[in-house]
């Protein structure tokens, strides 16, 4: 089974913890994007790596 890794690159520092309305609808949809991926076992991990730096 091929393996891939995605790292997407949040545009502000403190992204995951000052979502505006519009960008948790957005955040929503694309977990419920995934979702099934991760029902059938397609994929094993999915949601934010919160750093200091990067979140």
Known sequence: MPTFVLR???PRPNFAQTLTDSERAIMGRHAAHW???????????FGPVLTDDDS
């Open 8 to 10: 997407l690159i949040a």
């Open 35 to 45: 979702r099934p991926y991760l029902e059938r076992g397609d994929m094993v991990v």
